[in-house]
């Protein structure tokens, strides 16, 4: 049975760790002190600190269905302060992955039950850049970019968070959206420049005095 082996592999990796660390256990539990909060998909495809070639207690995951980054989450929400005011990470990464179910879902005209307000954020990414999405034929390319743009707008929702905001101005705190190409195992940084998208609309969401966010 496939529970039997993940109970095998981790006697495996133990044994691994301390092969080349006999104290490597005893120094993992003194605590975590991550540079990077990653959120990310939820998907089973997505294996975060392979992914990243990350070791543990080098980064600080959460995971939900299609990254979102929704304020009244509280469960995404806490996982931010936490990580921005006591962890005191340096970067913020916002990862999705192309052929994201989530994404898919919300491009569907179907009642998917309780999935409904959570997809309506997505469908909402989609309001805003309807006149760029809608010149697109290609289904594919359409599916892909919307999950580009969501990407992004979640950056743009997580910069609107007072926590961030204030990392930023007092330590410089940086945000980074990116995506994972399934079909090449391949890490894309979006390289969005956050300064030009949020030049019209930070008056609005910036809560430090007119002080400069990005």
């Known amino acids: 049975m496939f529970l ?10 133990i044994k691994s760790k301390l092969v080349v660390d006999k104290n490597y ?11 990077i909060l990653y959120i990310g998909c939820s998907d089973s495809r997505v294996a975060t600190e392979e992914l990243l070639g990350a070791d543990p207690g080098e980064v600080f995951v959460h995971r939900n269905i299609a990254n979102m980054v929704i304020s009244i989450d509280l469960n ?22 192309y052929y994201c179910g989530g994404v898919k879902a919300a491009m569907e005209a179907k009642d998917l039950g309780l999935l409904n307000p959570w997809l309506r954020n997505i469908r909402d990414v989609y309001r805003i850049h309807k006149d760029e999405l809608d010149n697109i034929e ?55 420049n956050f300064k ?13 005095e007119g002080k400069d966010i990005i």
């Not at 995404?76 to 992955?97: D, F, Q, R, W």
């Not at 599916?143 to 101005?169: D, M, P």
């Not at 030009?196 to 430090?208: A, D, S």
Request: aromatic letters at 8%; proline letters at 1%.
């Open 4 to 13: 039997d082996k993940i109970f095998t592999h981790n006697e495996e990796w």
């Open 25 to 35: 256990f005893k120094e993992l539990a003194k605590g975590q002190s991550p540079e």
């Open 76 to 97: 995404v929400m806490s996982v931010i302060t936490y990580a921005v005011e006591h962890l005191k990470v340096k970067h913020i990464v916002i990862c999705g992955h």
């Open 138 to 192: 290609d289904t594919v390319v359409k599916y892909n970019r919307l999950t580009e743009l969501n990407v992004e707008e979640q950056c743009i929702n997580l910069i609107k968070t007072a926590a961030v905001q204030k990392a930023f101005i007092e330590r410089g705190l940086s945000v980074h959206g990116w995506i994972f190409d399934i079909r090449s195992g391949k890490l894309i940084d979006l390289k969005i």
């Open 196 to 208: 030009k998208k949020l030049k019209e609309i930070m008056e609005i969401y910036n809560l430090n």
